[in-house]
C-alpha cells in the first residue's frame, strides 16, 4: 500500500553552543552539589519554519541572530587569568528557564516552533510553540 501525502512543511534547524555556569539554590538534598555554581556545555537548538525550499531563511544569518542574543542576554564571567575562552554567566537559569527566553524572542522575530537548550549535550528542555 502506497501512501500520499499532500501537505509537507519545511523547518531549518540551527546549533550552536556556549560555556556558562549556573546554580539551582533550591536543589534537593540528593542533588545539594547543585547549589554551587558549575560549569556545562550549553547547546541551542532553533527550529523554524519556512514556506519554501530556496532559503527562506538563511542558516548562516540565523545562527549570528542566536549568538548575538546569547551574548548580549548572558553576562561574561570576570576572568582574572584572562583565558580565552568566554565563559556566560547564568545564575540560577535553568534549561527550561533559557529554552524560555530564547523561545520569547525567537518566535516574534522568526517565528520559532521549537527550541532546544540542554546540558552537556545529555539533557535538555525543550520549549515548543504551538500555533492555534
Known amino acids: 500500500m502506497t501512501t500520499f501525502y499532500s501537505k509537507k512543511q519545511i523547518w531549518i534547524k540551527v546549533r550552536t553552543n556556549f560555556i556558562g555556569i549556573h546554580n ?10 547543585l547549589r554551587n555554581l558549575h560549569r556545562h556545555i550549553f547547546y541551542v537548538t532553533l527550529l ?5 525550499d530556496d532559503r527562506e531563511v538563511e542558516f548562516f544569518i540565523l545562527q549570528e541572530e542566536l549568538a548575538k542574543y546569547i551574548n548580549a542576554k548572558y553576562p561574561n564571567v570576570e576572568d582574572e587569568n584572562q583565558e ?7 545564575g540560577h537559569r535553568s534549561c527550561e528557564m533559557i529554552a524560555s527566553e530564547i523561545s520569547s524572542f525567537f518566535v516574534s522575530k522568526f517565528n520559532a516552533v521549537e527550541v532546544e537548550v540542554s546540558e552537556d549535550n ?11
Do not use: C, D, G, M
Open 122 to 132: 545529555e539533557n535538555s528542555a525543550v520549549i515548543l510553540t504551538i500555533r492555534q
Open 24 to 33: 539551582w539554590p533550591a536543589a534537593p538534598e540528593k542533588v545539594a552539589f
Open 48 to 52: 523554524i519554519p519556512v514556506t519554501s
Open 84 to 90: 580565552t575562552s568566554i565563559i556566560k554567566f547564568l
